[in-house]
């Protein structure tokens, strides 16, 4: 069994930057795909990014890209996601998930953590 927990969201001004920790227990391989969505009031949930636990295939939505960063941390058994330059868009409840592969769903998923962005 797998268990995830996000932590680090908040309350940050536009143009801030917070960094979420998903911490993962239960063993973890290195071709299973963590990802990172996120869901704000009134709207559907949507990809923000994904990446292997070995660091590979790392992918960003087009409206975080260049602003958010995916990394880990072996040791740890933690997932992070570095948000940097937030906007008011950016407020949502954030999750994280795993899947077993790029061909498969994402299986496991965390419990949230609420991130504000104010203006």
């Known amino acids: 069994q797998v268990h995830l927990v996000e932590s680090g969201g908040g309350l940050v001004q536009a143009g801030g930057s917070l960094r979420l920790s998903c911490a993962v227990s239960?063993?973890?391989?290195?071709?299973?795909?963590m990802g990172w969505f996120r869901q704000a009031p009134g709207k559907e949930r949507e990809f923000v990014g994904h990446?292997?636990?070995?660091?590979?295939?790392?992918v960003y939505a087009a409206s975080v890209k260049g602003r958010f960063t995916i990394s880990r941390d072996n040791a740890k058994n933690t997932v992070y996601l570095q948000m940097n330059s937030l906007k008011d868009e950016d407020t949502a409840v954030y999750y994280c998930a795993v899947r077993r592969s790029m061909l498969q769903t994402y299986e496991y998923w965390g419990q949230g953590t609420q991130v504000t962005v104010s203006s």
């Open positions: 239960g063993r973890t391989f290195s071709s299973w795909v």
């Open positions: 990446a292997r636990w070995s660091g590979e295939g790392t």
